[in-house]
């Protein structure tokens, strides 16, 4: 199941934006983070997705969700101006975003491209 984070838990897991500059991924696994708000109805269309995600690929990659309506300062921080985005992060590289409701496949193209899973 995906995993929620908070400001706190956002700066332990990912990235500590309050005291770095460059960008440097906490994680060991590449991670998928889904900024959502529970009133968008794209949301609601790519939720069950990330969550059958966070299940096929548990151990490969780390799935969380930001509710960008309760975590307004980690929106800001991303410059969320639509959701869904999604922020794709590999490990020991630069974060990608997507922007819009996407598909499955979308999602499992850029698993392959970003990430370099394949299944």
Same mark, same amino acid.
């Given at each position: ?33 889904? +900024?959502?708000?529970?009133?968008? !109805? $794209? ?5 069950? %997705?990330?969550? /059958? ?34 922020? +794709?992060?590999?490990?020991?590289? !630069? $974060? ?5 409701? %996407?598909?499955? /496949? ?14």
């Amino acid at each position: 199941m995906a995993e929620h984070l908070t400001k706190e838990t956002f700066i332990e897991k990912i990235f500590d934006y309050t005291t770095e500059k460059e960008w440097n991924y906490k994680g060991e696994r590449p991670a998928i983070i889904d +900024f959502y708000a529970d009133c968008c !109805q $794209p949301c609601k269309m790519v939720a069950p %997705i990330i969550e /059958e995600l966070s299940e096929e690929y548990k151990g490969l990659v780390d799935v969380y969700k930001i509710d960008t309506e309760d975590q307004q300062e980690l929106a800001g921080v991303f410059g969320i101006r639509s959701i869904p985005s999604l922020l +794709f992060i590999p490990v020991g590289a !630069q $974060p990608q975003m997507a922007a819009g409701a %996407i598909p499955k /496949e979308g999602f499992l193209n850029a698993f392959e491209d970003i990430f370099g899973i394949k299944k």
